[in-house]
């Protein structure tokens, strides 16, 4: 299930009462949580008998402190819109940080790792012993980096002076998420494809590195940055 809000840290057995949450989250992801809840709801018909377990790509995230959740926007929207980071893709950087523990032969509680999840949709974590405590996605999968059909971080006067240039209105921004030629993470369009993205998603993993792993130099984060980012393909 896509998000879990607030409510859901980790794993649940599917009951009344959980359907009817996953339902009520949907203003929170209105593309994903009514059709994952639709799905348990078939599934719970077909195989009546069979314990069914919700998993949340938000609930690793629940860790993020205060700091690192909230915006620089009036506590009210918080409080009782719920607008804050959440995080998504939690399922994959949990499983990356366990399996690189694994992979270096030490307790997943000992490491501090940047976790890189890398498709046509991408985002990264900062897991420090075992625990997610900065993400690069935000209240919807829309923030941080560059990617398939969405285009990242962008400063908000961007849409304004869309809306004032294009006379595009706010549903028409948003059906413009991507940048033509740029955003298709593993595609070269018109030759500047990658070129774009790597300087996207190496900007965002130096500064995801410098605001969580403290004790490094700044000479050790870029050297990070840089070994990091040779994993996007030339």
């Not at 940080?97 to 032969?105: D, T």
């Not at 940048?179 to 993205?197: T, Y």
């Amino acid at each position: 299930v896509v998000h879990g809000g607030e409510r859901f840290a980790q794993a649940v057995v599917v009951d009344d009462d959980v359907l009817g949450a996953i339902e009520a989250l949907a203003p929170l992801a209105p593309l994903h949580n009514p059709i994952n809840a639709a799905g348990i709801r078939e599934a719970r018909r077909v195989f009546p008998s069979v314990p069914h377990v919700a998993v949340f790509d938000t609930a690793f995230h629940q860790t993020l402190a205060s700091h690192a959740y909230l915006y620089g926007l009036p506590y009210e929207y918080y409080e009782q819109k719920g607008v804050r980071r959440y995080g998504f893709h939690g399922t994959s950087h949990s499983y990356v940080a366990l399996a690189a523990a694994q992979h270096l032969g030490r307790h997943h509680g000992t490491l501090s790792i940047v976790s890189c999840h890398l498709g046509n949709g991408a985002s990264l974590c900062a897991v420090d012993h075992g625990r997610s405590v900065d993400t690069s996605m935000g209240m919807t999968p829309g923030e941080g980096l560059l990617m398939g059909t969405r285009c990242g971080d962008i400063d908000p006067g961007v849409l304004l002076h869309l809306e004032r240039a294009e006379g595009m209105d706010l549903i028409g921004v948003d059906g413009r998420r991507y940048i033509d030629g740029v955003s298709s993470l593993w595609c070269n369009v018109h030759g500047h494809g990658v070129p774009a993205l790597t300087a996207a998603l190496k900007d965002q993993i130096y500064t995801l590195c410098h605001s969580t792993l403290l004790g490094l130099s700044h000479r050790a984060v870029l050297e990070l940055a840089e070994r990091l980012i040779e994993i996007v393909p030339a």
